[in-house]
């Protein structure tokens, strides 16, 4: 599994939200640079982006960060947020990142997948499947749609993706751990559908990552915990390979 550091944006700073609250933020005392060649230093093998102004105002608002960020390193680099038309799609490829994510316009224009997959090939495309009380939140998780996430995730996989983030909001940024029960459903979901499961929110300790590793996910999205120093994220990696590598030998 996949150990995938984070990096939040908020104008220009890196900073991380509680349960997606624009009013309840930290900002840290890091930049966007540092932090990602720290990250590559430490072993991750693909770094996650999020344009928190773009996701609410429904366009980028730091391409250029995210361009310094993406030369800064050789690992890879996958970003959402705001990422709603093919002309902001295209300008993030050519940028160089590896990967862009989809969360509201995915459900509000399914037609831009298909162009996306078309053009681009669907390994360029991760859907975000975000969630609140069940249903799949919008435009930086400020609007709660009526469509529950197994239904988007079932539409979008017909569709050509195989690529998913899921974050419950209710867990993001709590350090009080993942929602595993309903990590453990979508997963089996999602391998039901020849698909790869990112999980994403409430990561506090090493533990919560082996244990979504032994349900399945592909990899696990962690933020908060690194910045705050609950997790080192060398050792976790190198924890999560070890216990993958154990169990393969069981």
Known sequence: ?????????RLGQVVRLYQGDFSRVTTYDTNHV????????????????????????GAPTHFAHVADLVRSVSVPVQMGGGLRTKDSIAEALDIGVSRVILGTAAYEKPELVEWVIANYGAEVLVV?????????????WQDTSKIQVKDLLESMNSLGVYQFIFTDISTDGTLEAPNFFTVEQLVE????????????????????LKKLQRLGCFGA??????????????????????????????
């Open 189 to 208: 979901h999602t391998d039901s559908l020849h698909s790869s499961f990112i999980s994403s929110g409430g990561v506090a300790t090493i533990d919560h």
């Open 34 to 57: 540092d932090t990602a060649q720290g990250y590559e230093k430490a072993g991750a093998e693909l770094i996650h982006v999020v344009d928190l102004d773009g996701a609410v105002s």
């Open 128 to 140: 975000s499947l975000d969630v609140h009380n069940g249903f799949v939140a919008l435009k930086g």
């Open 221 to 250: 999205i962690v933020g908060k915990s690194l910045y705050e120093g609950r997790i080192d994220l060398n050792q976790a990696i190198s924890e999560v390979a070890l216990d993958q590598t154990s169990k393969k030998g069981q």
């Open 1 to 9: 599994m996949l150990v995938i550091p984070s990096i939040d944006l």
